[in-house]
């Protein structure tokens, strides 16, 4: 598998922090925006599993995303190891959130002894405590169903489940919400300009969501252009491909349910979806 360092999110240090964004500044829903969220959207499980394959795509080069819960690789890009689904790091606070769950959940598995270690290089780089042997164990622990689970789990909690929140709070259709998801899982959702949050703050002083009144088109551009300029401003995610030939595709297709066929291109790579 390859994995493309372009597709990292910025150095975060999370998770309630996320939380805090989605329910900050409360938006009153107008009747377009409630219809909005009576229908159906991200979370709806074929909607969610076509999430699941473009954010992959992005991320590993592949559509295979339930491949993924065994990789793990440093990748250079300052956060320590990137592993699983959703590219949990062993420096940005989510790794060490995703391995206490599974220990709680099975205590004394493969990957409970590296506690102390992911608690000490939280907010680094570091492998120590790590190293030799903590990339084949959690290859080893991604064969467990019980960590399969617990991936899932933490991907929603900390990032799919806010930013469709987060979403339909704004009055955004299925698409919207995806544009959400894709920047909270690589930017976060931290206090530094490029996180999620302020991205989001970005595009409202531009443009208005469904849920103010403001044209879906309109404001998913705005977003998406701040977007592109807070990627812009770290090299590793320079590479603006998943914005401009992936999620720009759709929009300007009006496609806003996001409804396959879907065709799209990431780092120069086609994909398709029936």
Same mark, same amino acid.
């Given at each position: 598998?390859?994995?493309? #360092?372009?597709?990292?999110?910025?150095?975060? &240090?999370?998770?309630?922090?996320?939380?805090?964004?989605?329910?900050?500044?409360?938006?009153?829903?107008?009747?377009?925006?409630?219809?909005?969220?009576?229908?159906?959207?991200?979370?709806?499980?074929?909607?969610?599993?076509?999430?699941?394959?473009?954010?992959?795509?992005?991320?590993?080069?592949?559509?295979?995303?339930?491949?993924?819960?065994?990789?793990?690789?440093?990748?250079?890009?300052?956060?320590?190891?990137?592993?699983?689904?959703?590219?949990?790091?062993?420096?940005?606070?989510?790794?060490?959130?995703?391995?206490?769950?599974?220990?709680?959940?099975?205590?004394?598995?493969?990957?409970?002894?590296?506690? #102390?270690?992911?608690?000490?290089?939280?907010? &680094?780089?570091?492998?120590?405590?790590?190293?030799?042997?903590?990339?084949?164990?959690?290859?080893?622990?991604?064969?467990?169903?019980?960590?399969?689970?617990?991936?899932?789990?933490?991907?929603?909690?900390?990032?799919?489940?806010?930013?469709?929140?987060?979403?339909?709070?704004?009055?955004?259709?299925?698409?919207?919400? %995806?544009?959400? *998801?894709?920047?909270?899982?690589?930017?976060?959702?931290?206090?530094?300009? &490029?996180?999620?949050?302020?991205?989001?703050?970005?595009?409202?002083?531009?443009?208005?969501?469904?849920?103010?009144?403001?044209?879906?088109?309109?404001?998913?551009?705005? %977003?998406?252009?701040?977007?592109?300029?807070?990627?812009?401003?770290?090299?590793?995610?320079?590479?603006?491909?998943?914005?401009?030939?992936?999620?720009?595709? %759709?929009?300007?297709?009006?496609?806003?349910?996001?409804? #396959?066929?879907?065709?799209?291109?990431?780092?120069?790579?086609? *994909?398709?979806?029936?």
């Amino acid at each position: 598998m390859v994995h493309i #360092p372009a597709s990292r999110r910025t150095f975060l &240090t999370l998770t309630g922090a996320l939380a805090g964004a989605v329910a900050a500044a409360p938006l009153l829903a107008s009747p377009r925006a409630t219809a909005a969220a009576a229908a159906v959207g991200l979370d709806d499980p074929a909607k969610k599993e076509i999430a699941m394959k473009l954010v992959s795509s992005a991320e590993n080069s592949s559509l295979d995303w339930k491949a993924q819960y065994k990789y793990i690789e440093d990748i250079g890009d300052g956060r320590g190891y990137t592993a699983g689904i959703i590219g949990f790091c062993s420096g940005t606070g989510d790794m060490l959130d995703l391995v206490e769950l599974y220990a709680d959940r099975k205590p004394g598995n493969v990957l409970a002894k590296y506690l #102390p270690a992911l608690r000490a290089v939280d907010g &680094t780089d570091s492998h120590t405590g790590l190293d030799p042997n903590y990339p084949r164990d959690w290859r080893k622990a991604a064969q467990d169903t019980a960590f399969q689970q617990a991936q899932n789990d933490e991907r929603d909690r900390v990032y799919f489940n806010p930013a469709v929140k987060q979403g339909k709070t704004d009055g955004l259709r299925t698409l919207g919400q %995806f544009i959400y *998801y894709d920047a909270i899982v690589m930017h976060g959702d931290g206090t530094d300009a &490029t996180s999620f949050r302020n991205i989001r703050g970005r595009a409202l002083n531009r443009a208005k969501p469904p849920a103010r009144g403001g044209d879906e088109t309109a404001y998913l551009n705005a %977003f998406l252009d701040a977007r592109v300029w807070a990627m812009k401003q770290e090299e590793a995610h320079s590479d603006t491909s998943r914005v401009d030939t992936a999620q720009r595709v %759709f929009l300007r297709k009006g496609n806003l349910d996001l409804d #396959p066929p879907l065709d799209w291109k990431v780092y120069g790579d086609s *994909y398709h979806l029936d």
